[in-house]
Nanobody, 116 residues
């Protein structure tokens, strides 16, 4: 059974940090591109960051470059998103996704709220 379980969300003040985790099971994690998306109320789902299956190359949306870092630990079947210098506009549900060819898996998401 395929599972992607996100954790690490919460309420943080502007300028603060959070580290999200996404634990994967039920598929060959090493072969999958892993991606973090986010969706704020009333807005479309947005790709935040992705990391390749092999080689570790990464991509970020412009608004998070220099503040967020995506990483993966294939020995733990886990992908992380380190989020620093958080801003109120980063408030959203953050979802983890796994992709291999035409196959996609999604987690349920974790809420991140940036507010004073």
């Amino acid at each position: 059974q395929v599972q992607l379980v996100e954790s690490g969300g919460g309420l943080v003040q502007p300028g603060g940090s959070l580290r999200l985790s996404c634990a994967a099971s039920g598929f060959s994690f090493n072969n999958y591109i892993m991606t973090w998306y986010r969706q704020a109320p009333g807005k479309e789902r947005e790709l935040v960051a992705l990391i390749a299956a092999v080689g570790g190359s990464t991509h970020y949306t412009d608004s998070v470059k220099g503040r967020f870092t995506i990483s993966r630990d294939n020995s733990k079947n886990t992908v992380y998103l380190q989020m620093n210098s958080l801003k109120p506009e980063d408030t959203a549900v953050y979802l983890c996704s796994a992709r291999f060819s035409s196959r996609y898996y999604w987690g349920q998401g974790t809420q991140v709220t940036v507010s004073s």
